[in-house]
T-cell receptor, first 114, second 116 residues
Framework: AQSVTQPDIHITVSEGASLELRCNYS??????LFWYVQSPGQGLQLLLK??????LVQGIKGFEAEFKRSQSSFNLRKPSVHWSDAAEYFC????????????FGSGTRLQVQP | GAVVSQHPSWVICKSGTSVKIECRSL??????MFWYRQFPKQSLMLMAT?????????EQGVEKDKFLINHASLTLSTLTVTSAHPEDSSFYIC????????????FGPGTRLTVT
């Protein structure tokens, strides 16, 4: 069965500092990978996605992620964090066998210090 | 991009009553929709797959009789929490996959259910 691991439950960074959120996946074939952001009490917003091709993908809000097949990773990065980036970040992989649902990681809560 | 709406955005109900949550795809048709549940500070867990014109497919451990799903049309799926109890309090999110087959999901804004 496919799975997603986000090793960091909570990360705190200073505003203006760089950010990297880790995501490791387990999947039998070429995965479709996603990063979503969720503000408190809100739904999910897609930051970026990887299906194929260039392993470095650019997303919204200045985020990027790099797919590394050899490491089964899809880490999310941002060179300079803004206070508004404070939120919960979820990595997801799809499709699940026999259906098109996504499997989500446990999430990483990002706190930004002024 | 495609939009998925949910109604209501939040609901409070008394223990023992039933609550219906609607999920609509506003500008596209969705033969399949997914229902997720998210407990506070936890991840999204798939509850069931809603299929237009056929029965829903439930994940292991999800009670079919408690969480009734009806995919009434190509743009509407409903989740009814029957005989709700406080432990059913959660954030319920629906999603619909985009049509190209690349497994991107469009998520609704979620419904916060509180059972008192």
């Amino acid at each position: 069965a496919q799975s997603v691991t986000q090793p960091d439950i909570h990360i705190t960074v200073s505003e203006g500092a760089s950010l990297e959120l880790r995501c490791n996946y387990s999947y039998g074939a070429t995965p479709y990978l996603f990063w979503y952001v969720q503000s408190p009490g809100q739904g999910l917003q897609l930051l970026l996605k990887y299906f194929s091709g260039d392993t470095l993908v650019q997303g919204i809000k200045g985020f990027e992620a790099e797919f590394k097949r050899s490491q089964s990773s899809f880490n999310l990065r941002k060179p300079s964090v803004h206070w508004s980036d404070a939120a919960e970040y979820f990595c997801a992989v799809g499709p699940d066998t026999g259906r098109r649902a996504l499997t989500f990681g446990s999430g990483t809560r990002l706190q930004v210090q002024p | 991009g495609a939009v998925v709406s949910q109604h209501p955005s939040w609901v409070i109900c008394k223990s023992g009553t039933s609550v219906k949550i609607e999920c609509r795809s506003l500008d596209f048709q969705a033969t399949t929709m997914f229902w997720y549940r998210q407990f506070p500070k936890q991840s999204l867990m798939l509850m069931a797959t809603s299929n237009e014109g056929s029965k829903a497919t439930y994940e292991q451990g999800v009670e079919k009789d408690k969480f009734l799903i009806n995919h009434a049309s190509l743009t509407l799926s409903t989740l009814t929490v029957t005989s709700a109890h406080p432990e059913d309090s959660s954030f319920y999110i629906c999603s619909a996959p985009e049509a190209s087959g690349k497994y991107e999901q469009y998520f609704g804004p979620g419904t916060r259910l509180t059972v008192t």
